[in-house]
Structures are given as structure tokens and as C-alpha cells.
């Protein structure tokens, strides 16, 4: 921008002026950041509980697929499965890829068109299992009652279904983040999909969970000292239901923190014998999620053992921190 020489000395003083005044903005946005990081340095921060959930089976009793999909485009469940098996196992492909691909060109081949708004409307129709709906606020006046008012409690939730149904269902917004698989929209003649969650790349986001890294666009794999991570393995409760979850409560496990399977009320328990026998799970429950049920009191027990956990280590960084000074 060109200005006429007599205004070219008041444009000078305004220019300094406003570099001056952003000079005083930066010194206090430092001030800001700098005091925020020394009050943090001042208290113990691991004060997080995470309660992280599968959906279907766990939360949910069928696949979301089957309440909301399959009717619309007239699908029989048990067929669409059978073929998603024969195609992966024919041509070597990873099943949850071949499952997202299918659903739409089915849905295609019936003249069926299914965009992002529709899948969120159609997850208003999953069932929940028993109590779900009141689960959190049963579980948050659990912690509530113990007077721990430093402890923050979060639930998370890690799925291989859509991610578009479930931010359809009632309890979404219970959630301080959801991980799904996910369609790019509008990208090709078929959604194509955008994000695949699988029963091993389930873990990778145990670990955003436990390194505080919850963005996708950013990388997990830089080293980070344990002790510079938010939310601890000990302070963790997976749930789930069945073989799938299996890597994820084998890493839970590992690394200190706690797994708990259910399975349907009045339902075959197998599964979950089997994962309890095999030392994969601290506990197991019909998924009842009331208050009265035996889920709810063994992951009150869970949580009972992380806010003593998260005791004694703040104590002992106490104790520590005095040595320092």
C-alpha cells in the first residue's frame, strides 16, 4: 500500500503504536502461558480418570449396522456378514474396510442414497443396554460421593462401527471424545472410508488417550516420558465384550491399567470367562448398567483403586517435590 508523503509520518506513528501495543499483547500472552505452565508445575496433574467403551456388544446389544442400515436398504444381517467373510477372505482384504465398501454399494445397487446427515438421524435408532442412559451420571455422583471434587472423570469412547451413526445415539454427547471408523463424503461416486478403526489399531488410541495427543493430525509415535503423560494406564477402565476387544485389554493390562468384559444379561458368558481365565480382564458383568447391577459396583471398585493410586503417587510427588526445594 502506497501513502501520499504528508501522511507517510502519522502512518510511521500509527505503525509504531500498533506494533508497540501487539509487543505488550505478546508480553502478556507469554505472562499467561508462562504463569499457566508454573501453576501446573505446582499441582499434581495425573488427577484423570478415563472409562473408555466399545459400542457394539458393549454398549449396544447387535451392531449399530443392524438397527439403522440394513433395514433401510432391505438387508438381511446374517447374509451381509457371510459375504463381508467370503470377500475378505477372497481377495485378502481387512474386514472392516470390506464391510464400509459393501454397505454402499448395496445401498447403490437398491437406489438408495445415504449421505453424513441421514447415518447421524439413523443412530437415534440403536437400543442401549439396560441403565446406559443413566450410567454417567450415576457413575460421575459416585465419584462425587467419594469428595474427590480434584479428580476429573471422562469417558471415551473407541468403536470400530460408524462414527456418523453414533453421533446420532443419546448418549454422544456423554463422551469427551469418540474415535469410529468415519466416510469421506462427496469425494467419490461411493463414500469412500476415511477412517478405519480395527481391533489392533484400537490401541493406538489408548495411547492418544494416555499422551493427551486426542487430534488425529497429530503423530503418537515421539517418545514421551511416562511422567510427562496426562492420563496414566492405572487410571484407566476399558470396556468390552468380546475376543475383538482383545488387544485392547491385552495393552490395558501390560501397562498397569484395567479391563472389564460384559456380555448380554440372560446371555451365554462364555466369552467372558474365558478372557477373565485367561488373566485379560479384572472383572466381568452382564452389561446391566444400573446402579443395582454387579457391573456398576465392580467398576465402582476399579474406580476406588485408581483415585487410591492417584493418592499415593501425588503424595510421593509431594514428598518429592519438598526434597527438591
Known amino acids: 500500500m502506497i501513502f501520499p508523503t504528508a501522511n507517510r509520518s502519522n502512518w510511521a506513528k ?90 454402499y454399494k448395496k445401498a447403490k445397487e437398491r437406489g438408495v442414497e445415504i449421505k453424513r446427515d441421514e447415518l447421524v438421524n439413523l443412530g437415534r435408532q440403536v437400543d442401549l443396554f439396560p441403565g446406559v442412559l443413566q450410567w454417567f451420571k450415576s457413575i460421575q455422583a459416585y465419584l462425587n460421593a467419594r469428595g474427590e471434587k480434584s479428580i476429573e472423570l471422562r469417558h471415551y469412547m473407541i468403536s470400530s462401527g460408524l462414527k456418523e451413526i453414533i453421533e446420532g445415539t443419546k448418549i454422544f454427547k456423554e463422551f469427551h471424545n469418540v474415535f469410529a471408523s468415519e466416510y469421506l463424503f462427496d469425494a467419490y461416486d461411493l463414500p469412500y472410508p476415511k477412517r478405519v478403526i480395527t481391533d489392533t489399531s484400537k490401541t493406538q488410541y489408548l495411547f492418544r488417550i494416555n499422551k493427551g495427543i486426542e487430534n488425529l493430525n497429530d503423530t503418537i509415535n515421539t517418545h514421551m516420558p511416562e511422567a510427562e503423560r496426562p492420563i496414566p494406564f492405572q487410571n484407566m477402565i476399558y470396556f468390552g465384550d468380546g475376543e ?37 480382564v479384572d472383572y466381568f458383568a452382564a452389561a446391566d448398567y444400573s446402579k443395582s447391577s454387579d457391573l456398576f459396583r465392580r467398576t465402582c471398585l476399579l474406580i476406588d483403586k485408581i483415585i487410591s493410586g492417584i493418592n499415593v503417587a501425588e503424595e510421593s510427588w509431594k514428598l518429592q517435590k519438598s526434597i527438591k526445594k
Not at 508462562?34 to 496433574?45: G, I, N
Not at 467403551?53 to 449396544?60: A, E, I, R
Not at 439403522?68 to 463381508?84: H, Y
Not at 477372497?90 to 474386514?95: F, G, I, R
Open 14 to 103: 500509527q505503525k509504531l503504536q500498533i506494533v508497540l501495543s501487539e509487543g505488550k499483547m505478546s508480553d502478556r500472552r507469554r505472562a499467561g502461558k508462562s504463569k499457566a505452565r508454573s501453576k501446573a508445575k505446582s499441582t499434581y496433574q495425573k488427577k484423570t480418570i478415563a472409562l473408555i467403551y466399545d459400542f457394539d456388544g458393549t454398549l449396544s446389544p447387535k451392531p449399530m449396522q443392524e438397527y439403522t442400515f440394513f433395514p433401510k436398504i432391505g438387508q438381511d444381517p446374517k447374509q451381509f456378514w457371510a459375504e463381508v467373510g467370503r470377500l475378505s477372505k477372497k481377495h485378502e482384504s481387512e474386514p472392516l474396510i470390506t464391510y464400509m465398501h459393501l454397505m
Open 244 to 280: 475383538t476387544d482383545v488387544p485392547s485389554m491385552a495393552v490395558m493390562r501390560k501397562n498397569g491399567g484395567h479391563s472389564v468384559a460384559v456380555y448380554p444379561p440372560n446371555g451365554n458368558r462364555k466369552t467372558c470367562i474365558n478372557l477373565f481365565n485367561a488373566g485379560r
